[in-house]
């Protein structure tokens, strides 16, 4: 019933001009500019389109209430004029070559990525987003939020920002000329922030690059963009732009906590801290295939229960998780901490009776 | 072919007969007409099996939330929805179209290769089945998408994919005689008084779509040969980490693939050139120019196919080739459209059903066209790509273009076909209900995909909600109409009025000459010369 009021609110909306901005009817404009060169080429085009429909439709509509039989109208017999056919080639082609100059224009502006005072590689993953910041030494992952991920069967309490908020940012700084490089560690995803003007493919063994300068502070929200298996619509993307300064402050933050995470690799854990950042992890990265209970969706994703690797040799089960195999991704750009609880975790929860694995056993694996 | 193939065929060694009793009839027909039959039901059934997938999905994406199905089964329905209506429903309900009308528009007795005929017809139940069967398999059916790139399709996809792989071959089978036959047909069986430039424009667009057939075929039979090889001969054509490359899968798919959507649209081209002289009564304006117009557009459908690839990282140059290449569509494009309004121009018009789906063809595949326009421009393509923009434009173009040519030439020929009349009251209650039903459906998808929906997702941002309501309420009246459309189908068959033998005023055509029901054998003597002008749409 709510649904239904908020339907017809709509459909009354759709009569009034406002309604634009509330229900997103046209592309952004977004915040750099190439995204306001987009806008611009997509509204010129989209007039021009408008102009030729008024004209053509227009005389379709006129001949079809003018020349009716029910009119008395009486069938003129006229047919193939050689001027008509030039005059319906010639104009359009005029008209499209008036469209070619600014679309090409706009097109060299974008490809050109020389420019950049920054660079940013991002790789897709079923179904995250790793981000490394290579002259910062700073690597994370981005998954789809939790809050989310319980929504997602529960409709009566969806979140703000419902499949469009992930658990870590990326954070970058406002007017600066950033180089996206964009590459795959699986099958072919697409990064895209419309706000940005940025959709680039990302490849596995390929690298793609794109070029962004922010213009306006903010959070920015982007979707994957090309079909890469199951949880194609969880993997959003979510940007913060921030003010020099505090991108700099933020910077020296996320280098102090991956020191203390190598730091932490280097003791030796015990089996209740394994096993409790190991559930954090494995709900993360590990539940979207082989479920948080472990029960897996056999036989494409096998059960963690009783698994033969998860209860045997700790070698096999690092190996595996480290490099993949198959659809398994591989998880080496997780740390050591991380994936030691995690492979713990996997070895003494849901009734598995394996051994507990150490940072360092990962590190040497690597 | 010899009489003795003939004989068995029908089963007597006179023409004249009718057809054989019973289910082997169908089986082991020849007859052009039987076969055409077989096709347009067959294109009918697969049209509602690709429908029910279609509510579905619509369905899942009725409010945010997952409620229907899981994420892996909704990759399934879109990607099976996409199969079956591509290489199902609407390439079927061409062939069937074409064989039914050719042989008559060209003054032919048969299909020049009957037997051949029967097979590529009888492939299809066994592909299609083979393509259904997989939804029962382990790992279930392929969910790649119908575009099916790599490496989804090679090292992530289900086991079934092995059987996706065989049926695509088979219908490439199919489609590769059928293309032939109708070749064939064309040039060796027309009447011998009957020159080039007098063919029905459906006749002219069908043979230069099996042309497009037998180029894009092939390629497609490469394309999943390789995935084949990929996923089980250890080749790595498509896999970075063998030295092989997932964006050579796209070229080579997308080789086919333009070519392919041309394959669809072209025969429309003919359908809708047909129907709108009659109900103008009016020659067609500019028939040398439609032939012209649809040689040009098959012609640039084949170099023009990256521009589904804009954003895979190609080279600017490239991209600006793509880009002045898939702009040039637009021209001929243009010049067929301008020239069915100039034959409605100053006509004596009456609108009974044929006519409404024509109409609504023009103003409807044209706004497809537009979008289609928009598409091609490279840098806005960044931000419609693969999101609902793309839905909405190729749903314009295959629904209320192809599909909608195909729903006009049932309702025009089945006098033909049949016999009877189909109930025109009832046939006009059905035409406004689709044509409002289906700008509810896909018109609100452009909005979507601007407001940056992705397409191939099954949830989404609370922020599409209404649109995609709206959506769904539009397809789920779309997909009642069917029940409707089968109505008035199966009430003509059994109840209708007779026909006359040209139940439309101002229709040309050979096949207007005919029984009010075509003979079973028809044309067994070509038709003269005289008769031949006076049916000419070029006069
Ligand atoms: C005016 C002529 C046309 C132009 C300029 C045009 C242009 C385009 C472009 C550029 C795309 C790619 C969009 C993207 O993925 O970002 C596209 C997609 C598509 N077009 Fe067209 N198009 C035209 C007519 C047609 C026709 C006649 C059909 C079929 C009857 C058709 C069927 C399709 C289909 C099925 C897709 C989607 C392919 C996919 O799944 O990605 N188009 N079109
Ligand atoms: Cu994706
Ligand atoms: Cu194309």
Known sequence: MKRLTTLLST???????????????????GVTSISRDIYDLHMLIFWICVAIAVLVFGAMFYSVFAHRKS????????????????????????????????????????????????????????????????????SFISNLAQSSKDSVNDDSNKPENY?????????????????FLITSND?????????????QDANPGFINDAWAQIDEIGTYRGQCAELCGKDHGFMPIVVDVVSKADYAKWVTNQQAIAKAAADSANKTWSKSELMAQGESVYNTNCASCHKKDGSGMPPIFPAMKASPVANGAPADHIGLVLHGKGGMPTFKMLGDADLAAVITYERNAFGNTGSVVQPSDVKSAR | MTTATDTTATGHA???????????????????????????????????????????????????????????????????????????????????????????????????????????????????GILLSTFFMEGGAPAFGWTFYAPLSTTFAPDSTDFFIFAVHLLGFSSIMGAINIIATVLNMRAPEMKLMDMPLFVWTWLITSFLLIGAMPVLAGAVTMMLTDRNFGTAFFDATGGGDPVMFQHIFWFFGHPEVYIMILPAFG?????????????????????????????????????????????????????????????????????????????????????????????????????????????????YHDTYFVVAHFHYVLVTGALWSIIAATFYWLPKWTGKMYNEGLAKVHFWWAVIS???????????????????????????????????IGGFAFGASFILFTYIIIDAIRNGEPATKRPWEGAKGLEWTLDPKAEYHSFNKPPSRKLIEQESQNS
């Open chain 2, 438 to 472: 289906v700008n509810v459906l896909f018109f609100p998808q452009h909005f979507l995909g601007l407001a940056g929906m992705p397409r191939r997702i099954p949830d989404y941002a609370l922020q599409f909600a209404d649109f995609n309501m709206i959506s769904s």
């Open chain 2, 271 to 383: 359908v809708v050139s047909h129907i709108i002289p009659t109900f103008a009564r009016k020659p067609l304006f500019g028939y040398s120019s439609m032939v012209y117009a649809t040689a040009s557009i098959a012609f640039l459908s084949y170099i023009v196919w990256a521009h589904h690839m804009f954003l895979t990282g190609m080279p600017v140059a490239g991209e600006l080739y793509f880009m002045y290449a898939t702009m040039m569509i637009a021209v001929p494009t243009g010049v067929k459209v301008f020239n069915w309004i100039a034959t409605m121009w100053k006509g004596s018009m009456t609108f009974e059903t044929p006519m409404l789906w024509a109409i609504s063809f023009v103003f409807l595949f044209t706004i497809g066209g537009f979008s289609g326009l928009m598409l091609g421009i490279a840098p806005a393509d960044i931000q």
């Open chain 1, 11 to 29: 459909l009354v909306g759709l009569m009034s001009t406002n309604v634009f901005a509330e229900y997103g009817l046209n592309m952004t404009e």
């Open chain 1, 71 to 138: 009119k008395g109208a009486v069938a003129a017999q006229f047919h193939e004029s050689t001027k008509a056919e030039l005059l319906w080639t010639v104009i359009p082609i005029i008209i499209l070559v008036l469209m070619a100059i600014p679309a090409s224009r706009v097109l060299i502006d974008l490809e050109d990525t020389s420019k950049a005072d920054m660079t940013i590689k991002i790789t897709g993953h079923q179904w995250k987003w790793q981000y490394d910041y290579p002259t910062e030494g700073i």
């Open chain 1, 187 to 199: 099958v072919i995803h697409n990064w895209w922030v419309p706000d940005f003007g940025v959709k």
């Open chain 2, 14 to 128: 006179d023409h004249h007969h009718g057809p054989e009793k019973g289910l082997m009839r169908w089986i082991k027909t020849t007859n052009h007409k039987d076969i055409g039959t077989l096709y347009l039901w067959f294109a009918f059934t697969m049209v509602l099996i690709g429908g029910a997938m279609a509510m579905v999905i619509r369905m899942e994406l009725f409010q945010p939330g997952l409620q229907l199905v899981d994420p892996h089964f909704f990759n399934q329905m879109t990607t099976m929805h996409g199969l079956i209506m591509v290489f199902g429903a609407i390439m079927p309900a061409f062939v069937g179209l074409g064989n039914w009308l050719i042989p008559m528009m060209v003054g032919a007795p048969d299909m020049a290769l009957p037997r051949m005929n029967n097979w590529s017809f009888w492939i299809l139940p066994f592909a299609g």
């Open chain 1, 163 to 179: 499949l469009l908020e992930v658990d870590k940012h990326l954070v970058l700084p406002v007017d600066t000329s950033i180089r």
